[in-house]
């Protein structure tokens, strides 16, 4: 199954200037203004892309983010002008802010280990004495993080250090941090709808040739946002039971037990078609929970070449 999955990709568009190839999507530069955004199967976990695809991940990534893209642009503007094939959006050029603004509103995952640690300060913001994993926090917090280059891992940083070092001007990082609290709000409201939690996700930024700052990449997906059931929530808390997740968490729990961390020396355990089949399905679910709609599985034969049809169709029509 997994010989489906779309891995990589070599598109030539026409006036297409340039290529990046991240660790899930592939984004062209078209001319100086537009940018087509690939969204790929390949699966990232601790840092490290799996050799393997999942097929239709791409495409429940990329609906995911464009539909809630459409559910907040009355709140934050964003980079989205038309998404052409399953597995593409097709935006305007930005200049990417060099930070990650992360927003929890659960004591969890990194957060989770810091204060495990001991630690009661994250990203310059105190956390509360006497939390549990997984309790909320009285309101949330923001704990940005720099955008590490290829291969790197994301590190945490303060206002103050973002500010001092001159990585975003005082005036723009507090657009980011206003338009970061809107856009949870409005996804803890989606997501309280389809009876989740957003437990904390992240939102990048860019600015438009014009000087607009826009919501750009992905938005309340599973590979970006962790959510909660909502159902038996508390009582799992009150019993100290684990939260049951709606991420891509399974993934590393998986990887975790089979002595895989991304940490040096370890070796990447096989993933069986069984299992590629059985994450594939996991996504699946992932997507109608988060959006409430049955997904509909895009055609896998030739998936190059109508990706490629679709966008260049799009491209000689605009």
Same mark, same amino acid.
């Given at each position: 199954?997994?010989?489906?999955?779309?891995?990589?990709?070599?598109? +030539?568009?026409?006036?297409?200037?340039?290529?990046?190839?991240?660790?899930?999507?592939?984004?062209? /530069?078209?001319?100086?203004?537009?940018?087509?955004?690939?969204?790929?199967?390949?699966?990232?976990?601790?840092?490290?892309?799996?050799?393997?695809?999942?097929?239709?991940?791409?495409?429940?990534?990329?609906?995911?983010?464009?539909?809630?893209?459409?559910?907040?642009?009355?709140?934050?503007?964003?980079?989205?002008?038309?998404?052409?094939?399953? @597995?593409?959006?097709?935006?305007?050029?930005?200049?990417?802010?060099?930070?990650?603004?992360?927003?929890?509103?659960?004591?969890?995952?990194?957060?989770?280990?810091?204060?495990?640690?001991?630690?009661?300060?994250?990203?310059? =913001?105190?956390?509360?004495?006497?939390?549990?994993?997984?309790?909320?926090?009285?309101?949330?917090?923001?704990?940005?993080?720099?955008?590490?280059?290829?291969?790197?891992?994301?590190?945490?940083?303060?206002?103050?250090?973002?500010?001092?070092?001159?990585? =975003?001007?005082?005036?723009?990082?507090?657009?980011?941090?206003?338009? /970061?609290?809107?856009?949870?709000?409005?996804?803890?409201?989606?997501?309280?709808?389809?009876?989740?939690?957003?437990?904390?996700?992240?939102?990048?930024?860019?600015?438009?040739?014009?000087?607009?700052? =826009?919501?750009?990449?992905?938005?309340?997906?599973?590979?970006?946002?962790?959510?909660?059931?909502?159902?038996?929530?508390?009582?799992? +808390?009150?019993?100290?039971?684990?939260?049951?997740?709606?991420?891509?968490?399974?993934?590393?729990?998986?990887?975790?037990?089979?002595?895989?961390?991304?940490?040096?020396?370890?070796?990447?355990?096989?993933? /069986?078609?069984?299992?590629?089949?059985?994450?594939?399905?996991?996504?699946?679910?992932?997507?109608?929970?988060? /959006?409430?709609?049955?997904?509909?599985?895009?055609?896998?034969? @030739?998936?190059?070449?109508?990706?490629?049809? @679709?966008?260049?169709?799009?491209?000689?029509?605009?």
């Amino acid at each position: 199954m997994s010989s489906q999955a779309i891995i990589t990709t070599n598109f +030539q568009f026409p006036n297409q200037s340039s290529v990046y190839h991240g660790k899930v999507r592939e984004v062209y /530069t078209i001319g100086e203004d537009l940018l087509v955004m690939v969204a790929t199967d390949r699966l990232s976990a601790f840092d490290v892309v799996m050799p393997k695809g999942i097929p239709y991940k791409g495409q429940i990534l990329n609906q995911i983010a464009t539909k809630m893209m459409k559910a907040t642009e009355d709140l934050v503007p964003n980079w989205l002008i038309a998404t052409p094939d399953p @597995n593409v959006a097709i935006g305007h050029l930005c200049e990417p802010f060099k930070v990650e603004m992360v927003i929890r509103g659960y004591l969890s995952g990194h957060a989770a280990r810091e204060y495990n640690a001991g630690k009661r300060v994250i990203c310059g =913001v105190a956390m509360p004495e006497g939390l549990k994993e997984n309790d909320k926090f009285p309101k949330p917090i923001i704990t940005p993080a720099t955008k590490a280059e290829m291969g790197a891992h994301d590190e945490d940083i303060s206002r103050e250090d973002i500010l001092r070092r001159g990585i =975003v001007s005082e005036e723009d990082y507090s657009i980011l941090e206003s338009y /970061t609290r809107k856009l949870f709000q409005r996804g803890t409201e989606i997501a309280s709808s389809r009876g989740l939690i957003l437990v904390d996700t992240k939102y990048e930024f860019g600015k438009t040739k014009d000087g607009k700052i =826009v919501l750009i990449d992905e938005i309340h997906t599973p590979d970006s946002s962790r959510y909660f059931y909502a159902d038996g929530y508390q009582e799992r +808390q009150d019993s100290g039971e684990s939260q049951k997740q709606l991420s891509k968490e399974f993934v590393r729990q998986w990887l975790i037990s089979h002595g895989f961390q991304g940490l040096e020396g370890q070796n990447l355990p096989e993933m /069986t078609d069984a299992y590629i089949s059985e994450i594939s399905n996991r996504y699946i679910e992932l997507y109608e929970n988060i /959006t409430g709609e049955h997904f509909i599985k895009a055609d896998l034969n @030739n998936i190059h070449e109508r990706i490629h049809n @679709n966008v260049v169709k799009y491209l000689n029509q605009n």
